[in-house]
């Protein structure tokens, strides 16, 4: 019963967005590129929210919030960044609408037209340090470690429900600091969270690298980045960490006096952001054929109680014994939710819940009252059994989810150990690089953009990352044979 | 030390402005009528986001998220809401920029134009309608409760911080029923619930009503409020709750299969929404001429210990002592913040925690520590004792936030109560709206939105809401003589 979802080895494209609306995640809008992202599909976006928060709070950071618009003239005060973002923006030129002549509808009130357009933030860094350059004077004032939860727009040509939309959801931190430094320590530490909240929610084992130039964000120094696999051996840029430099505190005109007699220097900064994409990372990196799979930590409810009746007597009877589980499995702080849906039946509910990647599924029927047992399902492994309802079970549920948990995670893992490679030849990379299996290929590189440019355009291949656990290790680029002293990360990319 | 915050008795209006900037909560960005809301005014509303969401899951609404963009036509597709909005949305006409031709920033480019023009939303009812209709097919799919956080605009021409911004944060609930019954009960306890946050957290005690037919949400059947009056004598509408009845089913075609026999009807509607303006209405309710004062249960931190010491060793032994106390009122769940700076002298920090309304300070110096005591001050009265440091100080803590909670809705409660009045003539009536204390007045209306329009060009009072426990009382309409069966209420309002 997978509800007629698509074969991951036959449609892997069509399985994923097949999956996303069927699990009742996000379907597309009637708006182009927009998406609306359901009531369950938010759940777990609520639960990364949740978790990133703590974090960011954790390090310090506290939340704010800048403009939704940003001035046209704005944009284009840091050379980079507005070629980076011109390309793709809504622009807002009108600010009133007026009765049609016919009467039929409305129209734009052509008098009603702003002296500068607004632009609809692509991203805030722009809007956030013109503000920035009145709130900082003097180092007393840094760091300014600040972070804003908000939806952005980037007009995609091409989109697909999370992974690239018109809108989305995100966070961006943006850090100002007195040295150059405590800025890129500040870039690290952010890239190292991501990491983190990947590998011990998402169940992601993700590589910390740096982009090379060309893939860099319009405006940073230097940007940090964490890379996924996804299970089409494709990869996943799942968050970005950027040391901005100066250069956003020149074009706004950012100073502070200096605590070694009050000089006035520019200010450092750094910006950093995951978004709504991170759910299509959940989504691809451990979903089946079957349907979802969550890891505990963000799934909306860990355990669902279906009772198997067949009279208003025997459901009034399991009810009892699985409000009792409900309430002890709470009290171990995990969230579950009993579906005593008359309307419909045991086997429609167990496809539900597996194509909704319920970590846990308890049945409880009639048998199970006289046993005093109860039927666990754990939809990872999609393995059942049956276990006594006894004082120990609460603490088995809870075993079994951390263990549900780890697994997904040593599942993923070895997938992209399986799934990485070193190569030594443009032969074996091109090779690999075109396999179904696809995934991550360690190969020599010359560090210039015109190598790069070139294996992307043959291969289709982009350098994900330098990793940060670079090997020092003498080599020759795998397309020019120039010298090399580490091996970079290449791979197809969503 | 007040910061130079002017008195409210001297400018009511510009001690609102000025408060709002010098206490850090937000300030006008350079984008008109925007504002951005600075990380202490933001840490307040986290905390009503947080407490509201609570309440609305337990009454068992779900979150999601729908677009920002609304297509032109479909908020055309209900005649009085397009009546209502059209006049102030901001309109999407491009989604490109490109190089100016002399080189000197970017324009607008002319090849990208929308073929339809997008608004962006000043509220969610059509796009969300929209996807109603794919959602709701029978009565098995109802009722659907879900709510929206996000951030929407309204082209507004006078705007102020908080009270009336352009771009504002809000949430906006979104519910279909197969029942207009249904739909009623659901319209009239999101009221209740948003009367219960005012009172609760807010400390502002609120009128629950009905709206005039002048005063109705646009596309609404009827609109509940409730209604703050303000330390300057004027209402504050703080939140409205919208019986739809068929109005966007109809204009959205949303029917559903009833469950005797699946006839097709319409769908039964409600919306629902608070908004950043309730920062306002705490603002201006609690606070004085020293700065602001905050309900403990919204304060980004209840409690400020300011250390009194005059070397290092002194600081050393006075933390020691602060991060104990910090540690046990945690313990009771109270958030405290150790301000331990060295570069901000003491008299400093106590004019700064006045000015941003932290409930409690306690302040230790070298005798507190001799003495085994602390001085507690309480913002609200601006009262300080000493208190002994001893096993009981925590609960003493405790018991004084909620102590501090309690009086500053009972003060807020006095002033309402001191300032409501039943009047029977319209001299009485225009005496009392003219007068500078303002305030509440009962009055007997005929029911007209004539009287209504001719009372409020007159003085400027307009009906706030019929109140959901109006007396049955026989009574003639103030203004025209005519009858009427119980009293409205009037004010001028923000």
Redesign the interface.
């Known amino acids: 019963m997978s509800k007629g979802l698509p074969k991951r080895s036959e449609d892997y494209s069509l399985w994923y967005n097949e999956l996303v609306k069927k699990a009742d995640l996000a ?1 597309n ?3 182009r590129g ?6 369950y599909g ?2 777990i ?2 639960k990364m929210q949740a978790t990133l928060d703590g974090m960011f709070k954790d390090t310090g950071h ?15 005060k840091e050379a980079d960044h ?1 070629e980076g973002f ?14 049609d002549e016919n009467g039929k ?2 129209v ?1 009130d052509p008098d009603a037209k702003l002296e500068e ?4 933030r692509p991203t805030s860094e722009t ?1 956030i340090w ?2 920035y350059k ?1 709130w900082i004077q003097s180092y ?1 004032d840094l760091p300014l470690l ?1 972070n804003q939860w ?2 952005v ?1 980037r ?1 995609e040509m091409r989109t697909r429900l999370f992974l690239r939309t018109a ?1 989305f ?1 995100w966070q961006e931190g943006h850090t100002a600091h007195a040295t150059k430094q405590e800025a890129i320590d500040e870039t690290v530490q952010m890239m190292n969270v991501y990491a983190d909240f990947a590998e011990n929610f998402l169940a992601l084992p993700v590589l910390k690298g740096v982009k090379s130039e060309s893939e860099r964000f319009a405006g940073a120094e230097d940007t940090y980045c964490i890379e996924a696999l996804m299970q089409d051996g494709k990869a996943l840029q799942a968050g970005t960490s950027h040391f901005l430099g100066q250069n956003f505190a020149k074009a706004f005109d950012v100073k502070f006096a200096n605590a070694e007699g009050g000089a006035m220097e520019y200010v450092w900064g750094t910006s950093w952001g995951v978004s709504t994409r991170l759910m299509g990372a959940l989504i691809m990196a451990h979903s089946d054929d079957q349907g979802l799979v969550l890891p505990p930590k963000l799934a909306p409810f860990q355990v669902v109680i279906v009772p198997i009746f067949k009279s208003d007597e025997q459901l009034a009877e399991i009810s009892e014994v699985a409000l009792k589980i409900k309430d002890d499995l709470k009290k171990l702080g995990i969230s579950v939710k009993f579906d005593n849906r008359k ?1 419909h039946k045991p086997g429609w509910k167990f496809a539900e819940y597996e194509l909704k990647g319920t970590p846990v599924r308890i049945a409880i029927g009639p048998k199970d009252l006289e046993n005093g047992t109860i039927e666990v399902a754990r939809r990872d492994l999609l393995e059942k059994n049956v276990m006594p309802l006894d004082d120990t079970f609460a603490q088995g549920i809870s075993d079994l989810l951390d263990n549900i948990q780890e697994t997904i995670y040593k599942k993923a893992l070895d997938y992209r150990t399986s799934h990485s490679f070193e190569v030594d030849t443009y032969e074996e990379f091109k090779k690999i690089i075109a396999s179904e299996a696809g995934g991550f290929v360690y190969a020599h590189w010359d560090g210039t953009a015109e190598t790069e440019e070139r294996i992307k355009n043959e291969t289709k291949a982009t350098i994900r990352c330098i990793p940060i656990d670079q090997k020092q290790e003498e080599g020759k680029c795998v397309y020019s044979g120039q010298p090399s002293k580490g091996r970079v990360v290449f791979a197809k990319a969503y």
């Open positions: 379907e809008s009637d708006v927009c998406m609306v992202i359901k009531p938010f759940a976006w609520e506290s939340n704010a919030y800048f403009p939704l618009f940003i001035p046209k003239s704005y944009l284009s507005v011109a390309k793709e923006c809504a622009v807002v030129t009108h600010y009133r609408l007026k009765n509808g409305v734009v357009e607004l632009i609809v809007i013109n503000s009145n007393r600040i908000a939806n727009v007009w809108e959801l309307t």
